[in-house]
């Protein structure tokens, strides 16, 4: 099976766990917008959904689904999304399509947090993949320095990226995260950063991981 084609089942996996009559949040990327063309095939089922980005709203209407703003919403069932890395504990590293800090509010307000992706997503230790973290444009400096200071790693700043929120990334490469919630904290204590990509205070409660032998459920 290719890599789309595991995407594609998590994606239709994932429709079990819409609860109908609700508001349910939704990711970004490509298992994403998977997810998206499934969930437009139940589409009168929901009341509605909150976009976790302006790519995922356009996507969410050419389908016809009601996309709710986050500020009218004071309940949300379930909140669904891909991952760039998963652990064996679910903490994820997010954010490999610059949407991390909407994701994350949105996350805040779902009930539970099931996550998306092929197989390709599981490591032992998270940090292969560059940690985003968005930051105000006129903090990247320090911030990259602090990070460099506290951490190690290389921070590398997203060239030609503004993110949704009109601020800039950082992507640290050459991480081992062997505590991802403290990093976390850590990492959002620096004055100038707007949130990291690390999802380990809140983890997935579900990952949906596309295999070659079929959808596993990893909770
Ligand atoms: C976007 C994200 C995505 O969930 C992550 O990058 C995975 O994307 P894809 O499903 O395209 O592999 O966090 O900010």
Same mark, same amino acid.
């Given at each position: ?16 766990? *819409? ?21 437009? !095939? ?18 969410? !209407? ?31 590293? !997010? ?13 805040? *307000?779902?009930?539970?947090? *099931? ?17 985003? *973290? ?14 460099? !200071? ?15 929120? @009109?601020?800039? +990334?950082?992507? +640290?490469?050459?991480?081992? +995260? ?11 204590? +620096?004055? @100038? ?27």
């Amino acid at each position: 099976m290719t890599q789309d084609e595991l995407k594609q089942k998590v994606a239709q996996a994932a429709i079990e766990y *819409v609860v109908p009559d609700t508001i349910i949040g939704v990711g970004t990327g490509s298992t994403a917008n998977f997810f998206i063309d499934e969930l437009a !095939k139940i589409k009168g089922q929901i009341e509605g959904a909150v976009a976790s980005s302006e790519a995922t709203a356009e996507r969410l !209407k050419s389908h016809g689904i009601p996309v709710l703003d986050l500020n009218s919403v004071a309940e949300m069932s379930v909140y669904i999304d891909g991952a760039d890395e998963a652990d064996a504990g679910l903490n994820l590293i !997010k954010g490999g399509g610059g949407a991390l800090t909407r994701e994350k509010i949105v996350l805040a *307000v779902a009930d539970k947090f *099931v996550c998306i992706a092929d197989d390709s997503k599981k490591v032992d230790v998270l940090g292969k993949f560059p940690l985003p *973290v968005e930051v105000i444009p006129m903090s990247r400096s320090y911030v990259a320095r602090e990070i460099v !200071k506290r951490f190690g790693g290389e921070p590398v700043l997203r060239d030609g990226f503004t993110t949704d929120n @009109g601020n800039v +990334i950082l992507d +640290i490469h050459g991480l081992e +995260i062997t505590d991802p919630k403290a990093m976390e904290t850590e990492l959002n204590s +620096i004055v @100038g950063v707007v949130t990291n990509g690390l999802f380990a205070n809140r983890p997935a409660d579900i990952f949906l991981c596309g295999t070659a032998n079929g959808v596993e459920t990893l909770t």
